[in-house]
């Protein structure tokens, strides 16, 4: 089992910058590739980032390269995205999620383990 919690979530204007993290429980979460997903009101969710489990491996979907920024530090057990030039279609719940699986996964049903969400509201 790896709980997580997401935080950092809240209002921005269109083009601010917000950053969320995600807080794992345990000693195994350097064990893990880990992920953000989003939820877009009325839509399914889906991708937004990918992070092996040492860092050195990242992966974003194409609508945010150059703004987002996915980290981790497993000294803290903790994962991060950094959102930059955030847009109103940026908002969405934010998830983090774990994976046992190698590589860095797109896939939801990859994923083990899920926190429960932090909404990001991004105002025009």
């Known amino acids: 089992q790896v709980p997580l919690v997401e935080s950092g979530g809240g209002l921005v204007q269109a083009g601010g910058s917000l950053r969320l993290s995600c807080a794992a429980s345990g000693r195994t979460f350097g064990n893990y590739s880990m992920g953000w997903f989003r939820r877009a009101p009325g839509k399914g969710r889906e991708f937004v980032a990918a992070?092996?489990?040492?860092?050195?491996?990242?992966y974003y979907k194409d609508s945010v390269k150059g703004r987002f920024t996915i980290s981790r530090d497993n000294a803290k057990n903790t994962l991060y995205l950094q959102m930059n030039s955030l847009k109103p279609e940026d908002t969405a719940v934010y998830y983090c999620?774990?994976?046992?699986?190698?590589?860095?996964?797109?896939?939801?049903?990859?994923?083990?383990?899920w926190g429960q969400g932090t909404q990001v509201t991004v105002s025009s």
């Open positions: 999620a774990a994976t046992s699986s190698s590589g860095l996964p797109t896939r939801i049903t990859s994923y083990n383990y």
């Open positions: 992070i092996s489990w040492s860092g050195s491996s990242t």
